[in-house]
């Protein structure tokens, strides 16, 4: 099946401080990405749909400030969290779709973001 | 908006015996998808089983089936002869076919973490 990676699997980074996590689908073009938050035992949380060439859409009380995504080619989703806090700590999980496959969504590993 | 409930939190099942993960969801909608996903401890999302709302025929995947009551808006997922690396969190999904902005976005329940007992 069609392959989507993260990277990096888990970073920790400084309040105050910003990191950057991408996501590659890597044997297909993705038309559309979506990005998500989850915590521990809990649900994913979608936060944003990303795509290729647009500004990402935002789900109600995701700070677009905050939570940067930018879709710069069919294959590569940035997340950006500016200024991180620690309660933005959490596990991001990216997916994507392509219009070739009309019910597949792929999933990435996951990236755990650490802020101390 | 369309809303997706699981309303076991947590269940368990002896090895080699059969469990069933409920979901019911709500939703306007005539036609859709429905998925179960599963999220082992690795946190990769592997999915399940999917289920076009316009087919009456159940799907099934090996030892995986659905119950799709469409009518009522119920979609379990049955595991058969429980094998130890089926424990996981298991996600049931609903995927609109509309287009526009909500187009392949999925709307999860809250999960049910199975634990398979030897």
């Known amino acids: 099946g069609a392959v989507v990676s993260q990277h990096p699997s888990r970073v920790i980074c400084k309040s105050g401080t910003s990191v950057k996590i991408e996501c590659r689908s890597l044997?297909?073009?993705?038309?559309?990405m979506f990005w998500y938050r989850q915590f521990p035992k809990q649900s994913l949380m979608l936060m944003a749909t990303?795509?290729?060439?647009?500004?990402?859409?935002?789900e109600q009380g995701v700070e677009k400030d905050k939570f940067l995504i930018n879709h710069a080619s069919l294959t590569l989703s940035t997340l950006t969290v500016t200024s991180a806090h620690p309660e933005d700590s959490s596990f991001y999980i990216c997916?994507?779709?392509?219009?070739?496959?009309?019910?597949?969504?792929?999933f990435g590993p996951g990236t755990r973001l650490t802020v101390t | 908006a369309q809303t997706v409930t699981q309303s076991q939190p947590e269940m368990s099942v002896q090895e080699a015996e059969t469990v069933t993960l409920s979901c019911t969801y709500d939703?306007?909608?005539?036609?859709?998808?429905l998925f179960w996903y599963k999220q082992p401890p690795s946190r990769q999302m592997i999915l399940v089983i999917r289920?076009?709302?316009?087919?009456?025929q159940n799907a099934t995947e090996n030892r995986f089936s659905v119950n799709f009551q469409k009518a009522a808006k119920s979609f379990s997922l049955k595991i058969s002869d429980s094998q130890l690396g089926d424990a996981a969190m298991y996600f049931c999904?609903?995927?609109?076919?509309?287009?526009?902005?909500?187009?392949?976005?999925?709307?999860f329940g809250q999960g049910t973490i199975l634990t398979v007992h030897p």
């Open positions: 990303s795509n290729e060439g647009s500004k990402a859409t935002y």
């Open positions: 999904a609903y995927r609109s076919v509309a287009g526009g902005t909500s187009y392949g976005k999925l709307t």
């Open positions: 997916s994507a779709i392509s219009w070739r496959a009309t019910f597949e969504q792929y």
């Open positions: 044997d297909f073009q993705a038309t559309t």
């Open positions: 939703t306007s909608e005539s036609d859709y998808y």
């Open positions: 289920q076009e709302a316009y087919k009456q």
